[in-house]
């Protein structure tokens, strides 16, 4: 393996002026996710078909020379970054890849007039997610630029999340939930996109304004409140996730921005009040949702107990937990289960699919992989030393973790079910690529909290100069 | 910001942490139940994926299953279906298993231990692993002519082997045709089983033995055993015979069958109780012998035992509670609150028939590996011994009479002497018929029960004509 020119692991050695960079542990932990993926490939073909294609190859020569890409990337223009990153997403876009691949070969023998693949679809997908990681750390060389474009970046984030509710239904429904973009044969999910859009809104403006919201009027029952007049903005957030609910019938993207929005609110502010306004306004906006709409009382009906509505609104749930319980501990191996029982198990339900052919300890792992994700963005979050970078890493990271733990309480009968997708593991284009922006701004941060301070001189945040850095990449 | 951030940093782990519980109690403490859970199809279709082992009755397969090119890849199919329904039971997508497909299930599907090396190899030689065969005890002539012999009728035949308790026929009416719940077709199965769910008489209950009948005077059979082992009678001894017995401590006058007279005299011999079935005599006599005999006997021919399983569980035959002598008189003649199965009607009739020991019945001839070797044999067992030989003897005489002379005449074979005993039952609607019985007398190679559920004849007219044809079709294939 070639590395790039900055790169000397024994310039990191301890004592050295320069923190270690671990670049070449992230190629290890890299290439270890790629095996794990073509092991994982190859038992599900020899499961399933018995024999070992040329596809597999390609797939991966593939994978492999797309992390291989990514990892240049890294090492050439974001040497510092945390090496954890990158191989926790190798390792769920790679697992989500077989498993989509399995699923393709359970739909196949179902019916073989079935040609349709999603898996090398979703190969796709993963590579234009790619293209567009290298893209954000080509052009994006100081994550602070992104704090000018703050409030463009939350208009862009708002008309991506009204488009689905003013598009004709034709356009922009799919099984009951208006949250699509359909044009041309592609479905493309905006709210993924919106998500990434006003999370930087959120951290710019919060870092604005935090002063402001972390004033303190009065205090009640130990707890200081904020004035009356600074609840505005906490108040537009929400009133913007109950109409997301309302016009999109999305109680995923709802509940997500909402929780993204108040916790980074919480961090900037370092007021608890906040959070307890926050659940307030959820309690309440939960029992008023849960009083007018029939999908939402469906929804928290079946999940209350799936079983008893099985011929209906629990099948869903009802399915993945008999594949889970029977998946028990160590799974049906993979292609040894019946994953594809449970309805859109590609998207919304791969991690029953997981769950029941890895058992217990292959979901776990997984859920763990996400926990190392999330905690090593915390960590960057934690050692950034700019406020903006530290609210938006912290902000991005939390909307890993609100999403993984939405979607998987979902899918395991933990919360009702919201219709979010499982990161970088499930099927579905918008999430993938919008992730791997997410990431390459995490990625961005992360080399800018780890660099070291001072050697080069300081590059103040002279915002004024940023334009010009722009032009010079 | 720090302090903050730390706490989101716990918070996040607190809520992975519930996750990783909850899936904890999903595929652990949960695993079984819904693993187990009937709409849980995945344990089930991947039963389908291997060859379930047949159900063999004389050399040929009743139930076996066959490749198809559907998603489950073998179809469950039985031969001549309705004849050995009551036995082989069916296998179900939607209704699960039922009779012997669920008792041996752990064979059929190969789980059962004695095909573990078995299955290890096929893991290795990477064959498909296949179930065991059963092969049965039933046989084709006699299951045939019981089930024909009961056409239009709801009843129930057993036949035994009285040497072994090997089950040779055990049939059921009204039946049902169990490929009609196999198929793969979810919407036909559940079409047909609400077709039977409308009918009167549920088909799937397997009335031989999961249904308990008042057993009428086939019950004078044990009083007459209880009697004979009291050593205080022999089949001479003369006991009162009245037209009419009062009963002890009420009102009510026991009558004999059609208010007749047993014998002028009022009195007559045990033989000749048996051979008219008499019920002032019996009723008498089961008051003189008292509960205690009566019961042990009762008990030593399986009444109110351990509930047997022959595979198939077996309810409980019973005498019920019998509180006064007048409950005792009643209950000597089969009535009051006595109920037997079919089964058991049969094993009375087995244990007299063998020397007077009961062997356990069984329907379980052989396990079989799929290449058919065997590995497991059934070696008869001895129930218990209610009578001695002797009485055994004595009783073979009376029951001899019964059919020679008394209310068992239709039950005569050409060439046999056949022994019996037959019932007709009140109940709340037309009597029930029974007839019990085996042949040939002086060296016994079958013995069978019939019963016809609200016959309206006499066990005589309705039930001893199809213990004789049962019998019959038995002995001609023996080459007797």
């Given at each position: 393996m070639?590395?790039?020119?900055?790169?000397?692991?024994?310039?990191?050695?301890p004592?050295?002026?320069?923190?270690?960079?671990?670049?070449?542990?992230?190629?290890a932990?890299?290439?270890?996710?790629?095996?794990?993926?073509?092991?994982a490939?190859?038992i599900?073909d020899?499961?399933?078909?018995?024999?070992l294609?040329?596809?597999?190859?390609?797939f991966?020569?593939?994978?492999?020379?797309?992390?291989?890409v990514?990892?240049?990337?890294?090492?050439?223009?974001?040497?510092?970054?945390?090496?954890?990153?990158l191989?926790a997403v190798?390792?769920?876009?790679?697992?989500?890849?077989?498993?989509?691949?399995?699923?393709?070969?359970a739909?196949?023998?179902a019916?073989?007039?079935?040609?349709?693949?999603?898996?090398?679809?979703?190969?796709?997908?993963?590579?234009?997610?790619?293209?567009?990681?290298?893209?954000?750390l080509?052009?994006?060389?100081?994550?602070?630029?992104?704090?000018?474009?703050?409030?463009?970046?939350?208009?862009?984030?708002?008309?991506?999340?009204?488009?689905?509710a003013?598009l004709?239904?034709?356009?922009?429904?799919?099984n009951?939930a208006?949250?699509?973009?359909?044009?041309?044969?592609?479905?493309?999910?905006?709210?993924?996109?919106?998500?990434i859009?006003?999370?930087?809104?959120?951290?710019?403006?919060?870092?604005?304004?935090?002063?402001?919201?972390?004033?303190?009027?009065?205090?009640?029952?130990?707890l200081?409140l904020p004035?009356?007049?600074?609840?505005?903005?906490?108040?537009v957030?929400?009133?913007l996730?109950?109409?997301?609910?309302v016009?999109?019938?999305?109680?995923?993207?709802?509940l997500?921005?909402?929780?993204?929005f108040?916790?980074?609110?919480?961090?900037?502010?370092?007021?608890?009040s906040?959070?307890?306004?926050?659940?307030?306004?959820f309690?309440?906006?939960?029992?008023?949702?849960?009083?007018?709409?029939?999908?939402?009382?469906?929804?928290?009906?079946?999940?209350?107990?799936p079983?008893?509505?099985?011929?209906?609104?629990?099948?869903?749930v009802?399915?993945?937990?008999?594949?889970?319980?029977?998946?028990?501990?160590?799974?049906?191996?993979?292609?040894?289960?019946?994953?594809?029982?449970?309805?859109?198990a590609?998207?919304?339900?791969?991690a029953a699919?997981?769950?029941?052919?890895l058992?217990?300890?292959?979901l776990?792992?997984?859920?763990?992989?996400?926990?190392v994700?999330?905690?090593?963005?915390?960590?960057?979050?934690l050692?950034?030393?700019d406020?903006?970078?530290?609210?938006?890493a912290?902000?991005?990271?939390?909307?890993?973790?609100w999403?993984?733990?939405?979607?998987?309480?979902?899918v395991?009968g933990?919360?009702?079910l919201?219709g979010l997708t499982?990161?970088?593991?499930?099927?579905?284009g918008?999430?993938?690529?919008?992730?791997?922006?997410?990431?390459?701004?995490?990625?961005?941060i992360?080399?800018a909290?780890?660099?070291?301070?001072?050697?080069?001189?300081?590059?103040k945040?002279a915002?004024?100069?940023?334009?010009?850095?722009?032009?010079?990449? | 910001?720090?302090?903050?951030?730390r706490?989101v940093?716990?918070?996040?782990?607190?809520?992975?942490?519930?996750?990783i519980?909850n899936?904890?109690?999903?595929?652990?403490?949960?695993?079984?139940?819904?693993r187990?859970?009937?709409?849980?199809?995945r344990?089930l279709?991947?039963?389908?994926?291997s060859?379930?082992?047949?159900?063999?009755?004389?050399?040929?397969?009743?139930?076996?299953?066959?490749?198809?090119?559907?998603?489950?890849?073998?179809?469950?199919?039985?031969a001549?279906g309705?004849?050995?329904?009551?036995?082989?039971?069916?296998?179900?997508?939607?209704?699960?298993?039922?009779?012997?497909?669920?008792?041996?299930?752990?064979v059929?599907?190969?789980?059962d231990?004695?095909?573990?090396?078995?299955?290890?190899?096929?893991?290795?030689?990477?064959r498909?692993?296949?179930?065991?065969?059963?092969?049965?005890?039933?046989?084709?002539?006699?299951q045939?002519?019981?089930?024909?012999g009961?056409?239009?009728?709801?009843?129930?035949v057993?036949?035994?082997d009285?040497?072994?308790?090997?089950v040779?026929?055990?049939?059921?009416?009204?039946?049902?045709?169990?490929?009609?719940?196999?198929?793969?077709?979810?919407a036909?199965?559940?079409?047909?089983?609400a077709?039977?769910?409308?009918?009167?008489?549920?088909?799937?209950?397997?009335?031989?033995?999961?249904?308990?009948?008042?057993?009428?005077s086939?019950?004078k059979?044990?009083?007459?055993?209880?009697?004979?082992?009291?050593?205080?009678?022999?089949p001479?001894?003369?006991?009162?015979?009245?037209?009419?017995?009062?009963?002890?401590?009420?009102?009510?006058?026991?009558?004999?069958?059609?208010?007749?007279?047993c014998?002028p005299?009022?009195?007559?011999?045990?033989?000749?109780?048996?051979?008219?079935?008499?019920n002032t005599?019996?009723?008498?006599l089961?008051?003189?012998?008292?509960?205690?005999?009566?019961?042990?006997?009762?008990?030593?021919?399986?009444?109110?035992g351990?509930?047997?399983e022959?595979?198939?569980?077996?309810?409980?035959?019973?005498?019920?509670?019998?509180?006064?002598d007048?409950?005792?008189?009643?209950?000597?003649?089969g009535?009051?609150?006595?109920?037997?199965?079919?089964?058991?009607?049969?094993m009375?009739?087995?244990?007299?028939?063998?020397?007077g020991?009961?062997?356990?019945?069984?329907?379980?001839?052989?396990?079989r590996?799929?290449?058919?070797?065997?590995?497991?044999?059934?070696?008869?067992?001895?129930?218990?011994?209610?009578?001695s030989?002797?009485?055994?003897?004595?009783?073979?005489?009376?029951?001899?009479s019964?059919?020679?002379?008394g209310?068992?005449?239709?039950?005569?074979?050409?060439?046999?002497?056949?022994?019996?005993?037959?019932?007709?039952?009140?109940?709340?609607?037309?009597?029930h018929?029974?007839?019990?019985?085996?042949?040939?007398a002086?060296?016994?190679?079958?013995?069978?029960?019939v019963?016809?559920?609200?016959?309206?004849?006499?066990g005589?007219?309705?039930?001893?004509?199809?213990?004789?044809?049962v019998?019959?079709?038995?002995?001609?294939?023996?080459?007797?």
């Amino acid at each position: 393996m070639t590395s790039g020119p900055t790169t000397d692991p024994r310039a990191a050695a301890p004592g050295a002026a320069n923190p270690p960079k671990r670049r070449n542990t992230e190629l290890a932990l890299l290439g270890f996710a790629v095996l794990i993926t073509l092991v994982a490939q190859a038992i599900v073909d020899l499961t399933v078909t018995g024999s070992l294609t040329t596809e597999l190859a390609t797939f991966g020569v593939w994978f492999a020379a797309l992390w291989t890409v990514a990892h240049l990337v890294v090492r050439r223009w974001a040497p510092y970054a945390d090496p954890l990153l990158l191989p926790a997403v190798a390792l769920l876009v790679g697992l989500g890849l077989s498993f989509i691949h399995r699923l393709d070969l359970a739909a196949q023998q179902a019916d073989s007039a079935l040609s349709r693949e999603d898996a090398p679809v979703q190969l796709v997908w993963a590579t234009l997610g790619l293209v567009l990681f290298v893209g954000v750390l080509l052009v994006l060389r100081d994550h602070r630029l992104l704090s000018r474009f703050a409030y463009t970046l939350a208009l862009v984030g708002l008309v991506l999340l009204a488009i689905p509710a003013l598009l004709p239904s034709s356009l922009s429904e799919v099984n009951g939930a208006k949250i699509w973009i359909r044009v041309a044969g592609f479905s493309i999910q905006p709210g993924e996109f919106a998500k990434i859009c006003l999370t930087v809104f959120f951290a710019a403006y919060l870092v604005d304004k935090r002063d402001v919201l972390a004033l303190a009027s009065r205090r009640v029952m130990g707890l200081e409140l904020p004035r009356g007049r600074d609840l505005g903005p906490v108040l537009v957030a929400w009133g913007l996730s109950i109409l997301v609910l309302v016009f999109e019938r999305d109680l995923g993207s709802s509940l997500l921005l909402f929780g993204i929005f108040v916790v980074m609110l919480y961090v900037a502010t370092e007021r608890a009040s906040w959070l307890l306004i926050g659940l307030g306004l959820f309690a309440g906006g939960a029992l008023v949702a849960y009083q007018l709409f029939g999908h939402v009382q469906q929804r928290v009906d079946s999940w209350l107990d799936p079983f008893e509505y099985y011929d209906g609104s629990g099948f869903q749930v009802a399915q993945a937990l008999f594949g889970l319980g029977t998946g028990g501990l160590f799974g049906a191996g993979l292609g040894g289960g019946r994953p594809d029982q449970v309805p859109v198990a590609k998207s919304d339900f791969i991690a029953a699919a997981v769950g029941e052919e890895l058992g217990l300890f292959g979901l776990v792992a997984v859920i763990i992989v996400y926990l190392v994700l999330v905690e090593r963005g915390l960590r960057t979050s934690l050692i950034c030393r700019d406020a903006f970078g530290k609210l938006l890493a912290a902000g991005l990271s939390f909307a890993i973790a609100w999403q993984v733990f939405v979607v998987l309480g979902g899918v395991t009968g933990l919360l009702p079910l919201t219709g979010l997708t499982t990161p970088f593991l499930a099927y579905g284009g918008s999430s993938l690529v919008a992730n791997f922006v997410l990431v390459a701004v995490l990625v961005r941060i992360s080399d800018a909290a780890r660099r070291p301070a001072a050697p080069t001189g300081p590059p103040k945040p002279a915002l004024g100069d940023a334009p010009t850095e722009v032009v010079q990449t | 910001m720090n302090a903050p951030l730390r706490r989101v940093a716990i918070s996040v782990l607190v809520l992975f942490t519930l996750l990783i519980v909850n899936v904890n109690v999903i595929q652990v403490v949960r695993s079984d139940e819904l693993r187990s859970d009937g709409r849980n199809t995945r344990v089930l279709v991947e039963e389908y994926d291997s060859e379930r082992g047949s159900i063999v009755a004389g050399g040929t397969e009743v139930a076996n299953s066959v490749p198809t090119d559907d998603q489950l890849t073998y179809l469950r199919q039985y031969a001549n279906g309705p004849v050995y329904a009551p036995v082989t039971g069916y296998y179900s997508l939607v209704y699960g298993n039922a009779q012997m497909e669920r008792a041996a299930d752990d064979v059929l599907s190969g789980d059962d231990a004695r095909l573990f090396t078995r299955r290890l190899a096929d893991l290795f030689t990477g064959r498909d692993p296949a179930g065991g065969d059963v092969v049965l005890t039933l046989d084709p002539a006699v299951q045939e002519t019981a089930m024909a012999g009961l056409e239009g009728v709801t009843g129930a035949v057993v036949a035994l082997d009285p040497s072994t308790g090997a089950v040779l026929g055990m049939a059921s009416t009204p039946t049902y045709d169990p490929n009609q719940l196999s198929s793969h077709e979810p919407a036909a199965i559940r079409d047909y089983a609400a077709q039977l769910d409308g009918m009167e008489i549920d088909p799937r209950l397997n009335r031989a033995i999961n249904a308990r009948y008042e057993p009428g005077s086939i019950f004078k059979v044990v009083v007459s055993a209880a009697a004979l082992s009291s050593g205080q009678y022999t089949p001479d001894t003369v006991i009162p015979a009245p037209q009419e017995l009062v009963l002890p401590g009420t009102r009510t006058a026991l009558e004999n069958f059609g208010g007749s007279a047993c014998d002028p005299s009022g009195r007559q011999s045990l033989l000749e109780a048996l051979t008219i079935s008499c019920n002032t005599a019996f009723a008498q006599l089961g008051i003189d012998l008292g509960e205690d005999r009566v019961r042990e006997m009762a008990e030593a021919f399986g009444i109110g035992g351990d509930p047997l399983e022959i595979p198939l569980p077996v309810s409980e035959s019973t005498l019920g509670e019998i509180e006064t002598d007048a409950a005792l008189g009643v209950s000597s003649i089969g009535q009051q609150d006595v109920q037997l199965t079919p089964l058991q009607a049969a094993m009375i009739a087995s244990a007299v028939a063998n020397d007077g020991t009961l062997m356990s019945p069984y329907l379980v001839d052989q396990v079989r590996a799929p290449d058919l070797s065997v590995i497991d044999q059934t070696d008869p067992e001895e129930l218990s011994e209610p009578v001695s030989a002797d009485v055994a003897d004595q009783l073979t005489e009376m029951m001899t009479s019964v059919v020679e002379n008394g209310s068992g005449r239709r039950a005569r074979i050409p060439g046999a002497t056949v022994a019996g005993k037959t019932g007709t039952a009140e109940n709340a609607g037309p009597d029930h018929n029974w007839f019990i019985g085996f042949a040939p007398a002086d060296d016994p190679q079958i013995a069978v029960a019939v019963f016809v559920a609200n016959g309206g004849g006499t066990g005589g007219d309705v039930s001893a004509p199809i213990a004789r044809d049962v019998m019959q079709a038995y002995l001609d294939g023996q080459g007797g």
